[in-house]
């Protein structure tokens, strides 16, 4: 089991920074790599960007260039800065873990709610 604490959601202007953090417990060792994935009212799940255990990256073209995931495997946290936030960046945002095995339990936050005002 692995338990997934999402925080950092707030209320931000349009050209603002947030940090988001995702703390990770449990079975940290199953864990392969972990990813942010957001969802705005009436729309699809999507992802936003995920960061592996040796650190390699994929961002959503949406993102590229204003958002950076990082991790701590010191605090089993992972981070996501987002900079130059837009309205269409409000959502909630969810941290996400997938194991190692193949078809195993995907584990989710409860998410965080950003919300960026024109």
């Known amino acids: 089991q692995v338990q997934l604490v999402e925080s950092g959601g707030g209320l931000v202007q349009s050209g603002g920074s947030l940090r988001l953090s995702c703390a990770a417990s449990?079975?940290?060792?199953?864990?392969?790599?972990m990813g942010w994935y957001r969802q705005a009212p009436g729309k699809q799940r999507e992802l936003v960007a995920t960061?592996?255990?040796?650190?390699?990256?994929i961002y959503a073209a949406s993102v590229k260039g204003r958002f950076t995931i990082s991790g701590d495997n010191a605090k089993n946290t992972v981070y996501l800065q987002m900079n130059s936030l837009k309205p269409e960046d409000t959502a909630v945002y969810y941290c996400?873990?997938?194991?190692?095995?193949?078809?195993?339990?995907?584990?989710w936050g409860e998410g965080t709610l950003v919300t960026v005002s024109s």
């Open positions: 996400k873990a997938v194991p190692w095995v193949t078809g195993g339990m995907e584990y």
């Open positions: 449990g079975s940290i060792a199953s864990i392969k790599y």
């Open positions: 960061i592996s255990r040796a650190g390699n990256t």
